[in-house]
């Protein structure tokens, strides 16, 4: 209500169909929840899906999942679209915006990063997924089509989805190895890494997505969701790699009570096609709530040892992998 926004973007884990701390399979009840506030609220919104959206042993798939958001005459302000079927995932697809003249001066591009791999079907070896090659070509044709229908010029975008690519590792280690300074590749924007030990939860497969979007020179900013305490942004190359806010009070134990990391990413876009972005709390005085706001930590989540000791063994593997993805 206080940011009055046009469109809501939610980059994941609407659903923690986890039944030991949710208490339910239903991955269902909480999308509905969410769909019935937004359209109360009447305002646009979409979805780009997580990986506990949609669990193995959740009661529905991602099929039946993006039907119901696709559910127009019920849900009006849902922007959600499942996407073209030989595509792998469910909600790819493109939202315009066009100024009055019918002009597109930015372009809203929604991946399914995916859920599990390698046999992983219950998640818990966090072998996560990430957006496949045949996604990045249709993402390829759909700016193509996009300049055809902008006369020939590139329409700047901006990229939804949940899980980290890669590069989003990468820029962070070479900002670090580089004693947290800048880099020629890398520039330090704002925001904190608070997942213990700085974790960086990415798959360890690549498609080629981010050398995709530097070659096609369209998509300025990339923003993803999955490491709930992670709100940084880095430059890298000169693409934006943002983490998201999080509104979780579920999946970290004790997370309810920690409040750092809870708010959203208010982006900006204006005619030109240029964008800000800034990180907004909700434990703010100019967010008045309904209800007495929660009485929470906002310190540090994790002791200085424990990151400490974290940060040590993720970056051993970090270089460990990245050593093998080489050979």
Partial sequence: RAEKPDLVIVTGDIAFPVPYKAGTLNNKNPSKIFADLMEQMGVYWCVAFGNHDTETYSYYDREQIGNFYSNKEKYP???????????????????????????????????????????????????????????????????????????????????????????????????????????????????????????????????????????????????????????????????????????DYLAYSGISKYGAQRGCNVITCKPDGTFTTELQNYYQDKYQSQHTKENVDMGDRFTEEEMQEAASENESKYHEQKEKNEQ
């Fill in 77 to 247: 302000h849902c922007l959600f679209q499942k996407g073209p079927e030989d595509v792998d995932g469910v909600g790819n697809y493109l939202i315009k915006v066009k100024n009055s003249k019918g002009e597109i001066t930015n372009s809203f591009v929604m991946l399914d990063s995916g859920s599990y791999v390698d046999g992983d079907v219950f998640g818990i070896l966090w072998k996560y997924d990430c957006v496949h090659k045949n996604q990045v070509d249709w993402y390829e044709s759909q700016i193509n089509l996009l300049t055809e229908e902008n006369n020939g010029t590139v329409p700047p975008s901006l990229m939804f989805f949940h899980i980290p690519p890669l590069e989003m590792k990468d820029a962070y280690y070479a900002y670090k190895d580089n004693g947290f300074n800048d880099t020629d590749r890398v520039q330090y924007l704002y925001g904190k890494a608070g997942e213990k030990g700085a974790a960086i939860c990415t798959s360890e497969y690549n498609y080629g997505l981010f050398d995709k979007v530097k070659e096609l020179g369209s998509t300025k900013a990339v923003y993803m969701g999955h490491d709930h305490l992670n709100n940084f942004t880095l430059m890298y190359d000169g693409i934006q790699l943002s983490y998201g806010y999080s509104i």
